[in-house]
């Protein structure tokens, strides 16, 4: 009796999720791998891909084009919770992992299989929302690691899959361990692992050197509907177009790029590079409106809520009862955060310097130091008497005693 009879497999077409599949099959007795490739607006022509798992042995080799629901489903409300783990990392793979997981469950459920499987290491945050997520999906499914077990190194890895009659081909490996989706990429490892080093160009795929970025500084307009970013210069945009074109532009001025040390749920610390260009300056740009638009106190409660969210999407709390009641406070806040938001790109640098909104909260008629002023300066007398009132009784009784 093996592990499982059939398994889904997350494939990426790499190396270790290559060698899952005999591994699988030769080791754990699975019997039949059906794997599923997962579109994410990564770039890669996934059709080689597909071919690539069939020639390992798959009986089903499936591809999901996720790009648009991750945008609308996922992306988008992380926006709208101005969510940044630490305070700066924009989730751009921790967002995927809830979706590709999803996927694994429907295909599973699908193709009758009772377990699914992914390459994911014992030291990351993946495998964590993967195993999580699945579980919150269909508890009754098993969930398969193999690199988590096997304990081999990338040459014995590589060996193990050419024993198999697997053959890769010798292309010069590159040091770095490299996510990417249609919102940013992730670094890792290599000479990253010596936080002094400063991250080599060559790194960087979506954001220009400051060095080549134009002379010139440009401005985009994002408009934002109910929370959502709905247009670029007041031109409405689908969603996955919309990231794309921002990308594009806000990565030309040099915009996105993320150096950070991380903290990771499994407690080890981590360098990792970054670069999100759209999703920093969609962040940036509506909290800036969420400023013009909401009131001081939900707008300053909010904040915590931020926080709690952004953690537990890192952790892998997607599917969990604390996110879906965040959902509803976040959603609650959203329905007047409609207008538009000017960011000055230049040099690395993006800019909120204006917003407008019909719902805006602020009024310059209270705001002014112009003759037009309507504040009533008097009312501050007593409104202040009675706000340090409590520091007055306290004073005075340190005083006295
Ligand atoms: N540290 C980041 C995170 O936890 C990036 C993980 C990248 N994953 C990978 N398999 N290379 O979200």
Redesign the pocket.
């Known amino acids: 009796m093996g592990r499982a009879e059939k398994v889904v497999l997350a494939y990426s077409g790499g190396v270790d999720t290559t060698v899952c599949i005999p591994y699988l099959m030769n080791e754990w007795g699975v019997k039949e791998v059906i794997t599923l490739a997962a579109d994410l607006g990564q770039g890669d022509e996934l059709e080689p891909i597909r071919q690539k798992a069939l020639k390992a042995g798959v009986t089903e080799s499936l591809v999901a084009d996720l790009t648009a629901e991750f945008i609308q489903d996922y992306a988008f409300p992380a926006i709208q919770a101005n969510a940044l ?1 630490e305070n700066r ?1 924009p ?4 967002l995927a ?1 809830p979706l590709i997981a999803k996927a694994l469950v429907e295909a599973a459920n699908h193709y009758g299989a009772d377990a699914v499987a992914h390459g ?1 290491t014992g030291k ?3 495998q964590v ?1 993967f195993d999580v997520a699945i579980a919150a999906l269909n508890p009754s499914l098993k969930v398969l690691a193999p690199a988590r077990e096997w304990g081999m190194s990338r040459e014995e890895t590589i060996a193990y899959g050419e024993r198999t009659g697997l053959t890769f081909p010798v292309k010069k490996s590159s040091p770095y ?3 990417r989706n249609l919102l940013g990429r ?1 670094i ?1 490892a290599g000479p990253l692992e010596n936080p002094m080093n400063e991250p080599l160009e060559e790194v960087f795929l979506m954001t220009q050197a400051i060095e080549n970025t134009p002379d010139q500084p440009e401005y985009v307009d994002i408009g934002f509907t109910q929370g959502l970013p709905t247009s670029l210069n007041g031109a409405v945009l689908e969603p996955v177009a919309l990231i794309s074109q921002l990308n594009e532009l806000v990565g030309r001025h040099g915009v996105g790029r993320i150096d950070m040390i ?1 903290n ?2 499994v407690g080890i610390k ?1 360098r ?1 590079i ?1 670069e999100a260009p759209a999703l920093l300056v969609l962040i940036d740009a509506h909290r800036d409106l969420e400023s013009l638009t909401l009131t001081a106190d939900v707008s300053q409660y909010k904040r915590g809520i931020e926080e709690t969210y952004s953690r537990l999407v ?1 952790n892998g709390l997607w599917y969990s009862p604390l996110k879906l009641a965040l959902d509803a406070f976040i959603q609650q806040t959203q329905e007047r955060v409609t207008g538009t938001v000017r960011v000055k790109l230049f040099k690395g640098n993006a800019r909120v310097v204006g917003r407008q909104s019909n719902l805006a909260l602020y009024t310059e008629a209270l705001a002014t130091y112009s003759a037009d002023d309507q504040f009533d300066h008097k009312a501050a007398e007593g409104f202040i008497y009675v706000w340090g009132l409590p520091t007055r009784v306290w004073s005075e009784k340190l005083r006295n005693s």
């Open positions: 783990y990392y989730l751009s793979t921790a992992r994911c990351g945050n993946d929302r361990s490299i996510d992730s890792e991380e990771r749920l981590s990792e970054y890192y």
